[in-house]
Nanobody, 120 residues
Framework: QVQLVESGGGLVQAGGSLRLSCAASGRTFITYNMGWFRQAPGKEREFVADIKWNGGSTRYANSVKGRLTISRDNAKNTVYLQMSSLQAEDTAVYYC?????????????WGQGTQVTVSS
């Protein structure tokens, strides 16, 4: 069992930056591949980025390439999403998730989400 808790969301002006964190409980964090997703008002949840258990591989949605960076610190049981050059279209609730497979298409555990609001 893995419990995930996101933090770091908030209100930021367009062009600004935020760093989201996702803290995981349990000693098995290192065995999970981790992903970030987001859901904007009135839209379906969409994939943002994911990272392999050892940090050796990452993938990004085309809409965020070059602006968002996923990373992880297995010693701290934490995955991060560094967000820069934020745009109004990035406004959403951001969720982290854990998957036992790679590439990750099936996520077994989800956090509760953290709100990111970008003002234009």
């Amino acid at each position: 069992q893995v419990q995930l808790v996101e933090s770091g969301g908030g209100l930021v002006q367009a062009g600004g930056s935020l760093r989201l964190s996702c803290a995981a409980s349990g000693r098995t964090f290192i065995t999970y591949n981790m992903g970030w997703f987001r859901q904007a008002p009135g839209k379906e949840r969409e994939f943002v980025a994911d990272i392999k258990w050892n940090g050796g591989s990452t993938r990004y949605a085309n809409s965020v390439k070059g602006r968002l960076t996923i990373s992880r610190d297995n010693a701290k049981n934490t995955v991060y999403l560094q967000m820069s050059s934020l745009q109004a279209e990035d406004t959403a609730v951001y969720y982290c998730a854990a998957s036992s497979s790679w590439p990750s298409y099936d996520y077994q555990y989800w956090g509760q989400g953290t709100q990111v609001t970008v003002s234009s």
